[in-house]
């Protein structure tokens, strides 16, 4: 994953980025199926052999269209990652790992990326907890939590939650009551039966292919073995799929796989990819 990429001023226009992705990808190239950044340059990446291929949902609500949610039984408490005790830390972890991992391909987070997420100061951490447990014991029970803002790139944008099952119909609209005027991001991939709001799909993922055969044989465990790449040459691939032999350019079966608009017949292949806003910028 690139994240982002920054050239002071004065030493722009004289090719210092096209230096270090060169060198990004004689290092990594060997060791990776794919790399993978967000950004809206697309044509600047397509010279690096990037490929506009991951979209997300991006909800929206106004105040008018937010359905009130008279609930009493959560407890909605804003923060920071760094301020809340070593307990609840744990419970956000198990949310990260039981919900977003399982349901969507996301990063796998260590202790040293929720250390990194706690020097963040500038997301605001949401909490929320079930009031009527709390009152049939001492601790707190943390059944969701969602992450908005980040510096001015995620300003009024919720860019990461997750929900326990059980609660997930009462929360939702809690979210958007709470956030009236934010954006909330999903993956594009079955997204759309979240919300009863207004939606629109925006397309911001960029994937350039690493080593081939990685490459080959992620394609192959992620498909369970139906499509098989029998080779890629320059700008094309050649595979199989239900016994038939297609070739493609590269562009287009990344897009077949990832989107914009992955074919209906590969949906099923894999999880959504989701790229949460404490992990992509």
Not at 17 to 33: E, G, P, V
Not at 245 to 274: A, D, M, Q, R, V
Request: with cysteine; glycine share 4%.
């Amino acid at each position: 994953m690139l994240r982002g990429i920054v050239v002071s001023k004065e030493f722009r226009n004289i090719g210092l980025s096209k230096i270090l992705l060169n060198h990004i990808f004689d290092k990594y190239t060997k060791n990776i199926a794919m790399f993978l950044l967000w950004s809206d340059l697309i044509d600047l990446y397509n010279k690096f052999d990037f490929h506009l291929s991951i979209g997300q949902i991006e909800y929206s609500c106004s105040q008018s269209d937010s359905k009130k949610n008279h609930n009493n039984h959560y407890l909605i408490t804003k923060t920071l990652y760094k301020s809340i005790s070593h307990s609840e830390k744990k419970q956000i972890h198990e949310l990260y790992r039981n919900i977003i991992e399982q349901q969507y391909t996301t990063f796998h987070r260590e202790k040293t990326d929720w250390e990194l997420i706690e020097k963040i100061t500038s997301a605001d951490l949401f909490i929320i907890t079930n009031i009527q447990n709390q009152k049939q014991s001492t601790d707190s029970q943390i059944v969701a939590y969602y992450f908005a803002n980040k510096g001015q790139d995620l300003k009024n944008v919720v860019h990461e939650f997750a929900i326990l099952n059980e609660h997930q119909s009462s929360i939702l609209p809690i979210i958007f009551e709470q956030n009236p005027h934010a954006k909330i991001w999903l993956p594009e991939s079955g997204s759309t039966n979240f919300f009863d709001a207004k939606f629109e799909k925006k397309y911001m993922g960029l994937i350039k292919i690493g080593d081939k055969k990685i490459f080959l044989n992620f394609i192959h465990q992620w498909s369970n073995e139906e499509i098989k790449i029998k080779s890629i040459n320059n700008n094309n691939i050649t595979f199989t799929y239900n016994k038939q032999i297609y070739f493609e350019t590269i562009e287009k079966f990344l897009t077949f796989i990832f989107g914009p608009n992955p074919l209906s017949e590969w949906k099923h292949y894999g999880k959504p990819i989701f790229i949460s806003g404490l992990d992509s910028i």
